[in-house]
Nanobody, 125 residues
Framework: QVQLVESGGGLVQPGGSLRLACAPS??????IGWFRQAPGKEREGVSC????????VYADSVKGRFTISRDVVKNLVYLQMNNLKPEDTAVYYC????????????????????WGQGTQVTVSS
C-alpha cells in the first residue's frame, strides 16, 4: 500500500509558475502520475514518470509548460508548472502505479491504484 501527499498548490497569476511535490510513503511503485480535476469536469491525466528509467509522458495541453521530475534519493516527484493559464485551475492529484512494469508510464486513471488527497491550484488575476 502506498500513501501519497501532495504539496505546493496555491493562487498564482496567469503566466506565473508553481512547483507541486508528491511524497509517496514507500518506493514500491513503478510510476507516479499527476492528474487534475476542474469543477464540473472529469479527472484528466497531466503527466507521469517512471521511477527507474525516468521516462515521462505529458498531456498535449501542458507540453512545453510543465515538467515532471523525480528525486530518487528523497523519493519525491515534482511537477514544475510554468506559464500557467486560467484553464490550468484545478485540484491536482498524484497517484502511484504499482502494477504496470512496462517501459512507458500511463496517464489513464485506471492504471493507478493509490491516490493523494489533492492540492488546489488556482490561476487568476
Amino acid at each position: 500500500q502506498v500513501q501519497l501527499v501532495e504539496s505546493g498548490g496555491g493562487l498564482v497569476q496567469p503566466g506565473g509558475s508553481l512547483r507541486l511535490a508528491c511524497a509517496p510513503s514507500t518506493s514500491n511503485y513503478y510510476s507516479i502520475g499527476w492528474f487534475r480535476q476542474a469543477p464540473g469536469k472529469e479527472r484528466e491525466g497531466v503527466s507521469c514518470i517512471r521511477k527507474i528509467f525516468g521516462n515521462t509522458v505529458y498531456a498535449d495541453s501542458v507540453k512545453g509548460r510543465f515538467t515532471i521530475s523525480r528525486d530518487v534519493v528523497k523519493n519525491l516527484v515534482y511537477l514544475q508548472m510554468n506559464n500557467l493559464k486560467p484553464e490550468d485551475t484545478a485540484v491536482y492529484y498524484c497517484a502511484a502505479d504499482v502494477a504496470n512494469d512496462q517501459r512507458v508510464c500511463l496517464t489513464t486513471r485506471g492504471s493507478y491504484g493509490y491516490w493523494g488527497q489533492g492540492t488546489q491550484v488556482t490561476v487568476s488575476s
